[in-house]
């Protein structure tokens, strides 16, 4: 084979595909039964019920390049009226959607500012969107993008999402939402250049929505095999790599948990996490000191605390927006979300659990039997909490159930199944959600661009000749865009192609 790629989750496989793509022999070998790591769906525990083991909602799909130049066969993408619903207790619901009417109606008086905001991001995402996904440091991009809309993105970004808010919106409820979103990932409302994750994805939910897949997340990764298998391209399931070979400097071969080895002519490619790449699959004489102190130290992101139920009908939620709403955020005001986050932070149960809820059988009707429903839950948790998961899963399984019990009365009854994910049992499933993080590591500002997974390499090259980081721990990190994979084939095709030596950086 001209390239192994190891793992088969989004960027591994994207990554297959544009070598394959290129023309190159490629092969995936895939550690878990199943493809498609944090993107994949599985059946309920009853006939008809599929759910998102992972990635649910989709913004970056329709836009990034990784997936544009594909153009991936049997992909059909659903979507809600509301793409983004933030229910309050008080009844407030400001709601992002990519009918700007909607805006308008729920945000009120801050309706017309928010708006101003996603008009400013549609007039330059073609620019800002590849940049902020391209290999650092994209100075062709930035160029594109223009001085005027660089500075007006870092004077957003760079400040906290409790100071964006304060600084742009009048009431309480626009205050919460961008700290809201800034939650799917471990940034906190008060947290420096905390506002920037919330900021992409509150105008990406205005713009590109958050749609899912016919057919659940799984479709995605299931198109991505069938793009490398058209073009020759293999994977293999079940197939642990334990160590990658370096022959001379250069990683000529991978060896699997069974002791089958497998060749790489060019290049090897590694959605792995970056710990396991620096400190397991490579010998330790060929990894500089340096970098495996700093991999011991890695700061993973917060645990992910998930459910999935199987539901008789949809949430009776009190809000009507919520009613049609693929994704749902629980968060009663930024007071509520800071406490939440200070909580985690100490090791301790979250006492009132922020909640991301999609409802993907809404806007898909093939996730559920006539009439159900799908309910996606997650939360965020410590990784590891004192007496175990097992002796607290329960407990906090139903403080997630009382929180949407109390925003939409009659909830509760309507459950029929449940699947419970505390952060152990996601990495069971799937070794890069290291104690269920699932942002490849931490989303702080301090760990981005040239320092993720740790400088000099963050253009996804390794301190071996061939062999590449394709996965969320290098740059731009967590979601489901494919730009980790595309931007390491990228750098394998350049090496490969020219013939350099790949131990720069
Ligand atoms: C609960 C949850 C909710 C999320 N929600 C969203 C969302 O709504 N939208 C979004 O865009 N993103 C979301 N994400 C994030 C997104 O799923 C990830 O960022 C993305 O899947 C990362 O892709 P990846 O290819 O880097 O790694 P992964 O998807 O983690 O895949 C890595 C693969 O490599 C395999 N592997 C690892 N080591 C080896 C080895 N040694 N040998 C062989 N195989 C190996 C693993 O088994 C796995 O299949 C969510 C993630 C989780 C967990």
Not at 202 to 228: E, K, N
Not at 395 to 412: K, Q, T
């Amino acid at each position: 084979m001209d390239a192994i790629v190891i793992g088969s989750g989004p960027n591994g496989l994207t990554a297959a595909a544009h070598l394959a793509k290129a023309g190159w022999s490629v092969l995936v070998l895939e550690a878990q039964p199943h493809l498609g790591g944090a993107c994949r769906s599985y059946p309920g525990t009853r006939p008809g019920f599929l759910h998102d083991f992972g990635a649910g909602f989709f913004p970056f799909a329709p836009i990034s390049p990784a997936f544009t130049g594909l153009d991936l066969p049997g992909l059909t993408w659903l979507h809600g009226a509301i793409d983004s619903a933030h229910p309050g207790p008080d009844g407030s619901c400001p709601s992002l959607a990519r009918d700007h009417e909607q805006i308008l109606r729920t945000f009120g008086k801050d309706g017309e500012g928010f708006r101003g905001l996603v008009r400013w991001f549609q007039r330059c995402r073609d620019a800002l969107v590849p940049a902020l996904l391209a290999t650092p440091a994209p100075v062709g991009a930035a160029f594109t993008l223009g001085v005027d809309n660089l500075l007006t993105f870092a004077s957003l970004a760079l400040q906290s999402g409790r100071g964006l808010g304060e600084g742009r919106f009048a009431t309480d409820a626009a205050r919460r939402v961008i700290p809201g979103l800034g939650l799917h990932a471990d940034v906190g409302p008060d947290d420096p250049a905390g506002a920037a994750v919330g900021v992409m994805l509150a105008l990406l939910a205005c713009d590109t929505g958050f749609g899912v897949p016919r057919g659940g997340a799984g479709a995605i990764t299931q198109a991505l095999r069938s793009y490398v298998e058209a073009r020759g391209g293999k994977v293999l399931l079940n197939t642990r790599v334990e160590q990658v070979l370096v022959r001379d400097g250069r990683a000529v071969a991978v060896r699997a948990s069974d002791g089958q080895e497998y060749q790489a002519h060019r290049a090897v490619l590694a959605d792995v996490s970056a710990q396991a790449l620096f400190l397991r699959l490579l010998p330790p004489e060929l990894v500089p000191p340096r970098v495996q102190r700093s991999m011991r130290r890695f700061p993973q992101g917060w645990g992910t605390f998930k459910l999935d139920l199987e539901l008789q009908g949809p949430v009776p939620w009190r809000c009507p927006e919520a009613r049609q709403a693929a994704v749902v955020h629980a968060g009663d005001d930024v007071e509520d979300l800071a406490r939440f986050t200070a909580e985690v932070r100490a090791g301790k149960l979250p006492s009132n659990p922020y909640l991301v809820i999609g409802q993907q059988s809404l806007l898909d009707p093939s996730r559920a039997p006539e009439g159900a429903h799908t309910l996606y839950i997650y939360t965020h948790a410590p990784s590891h909490i004192a007496g175990g998961w097992p002796a607290h899963r329960q407990r906090l399984a139903d403080a997630i159930e009382a929180r949407i019990e109390a925003l939409a009365p009659g909830f509760r009854s309507l459950i029929q199944g449940r699947v419970i994910h505390d952060p152990s049992d996601l990495e069971a499933q799937n070794e890069n959600l290291i104690g269920g993080d699932l942002g490849g590591g931490t989303a702080a500002i301090t760990h981005q661009f040239f320092f993720r997974p740790v400088f000099p390499y963050f253009r996804y090259r390794t301190p071996v000749s061939g062999l590449y980081l394709c996965s969320s721990y290098a740059h731009p990190g967590t979601g489901v865009h494919g730009a980790c994979g595309y931007n390491a084939a990228q750098a394998a095709m350049l090496d490969g192609n020219s013939g350099s030596d790949a131990r720069r950086s």
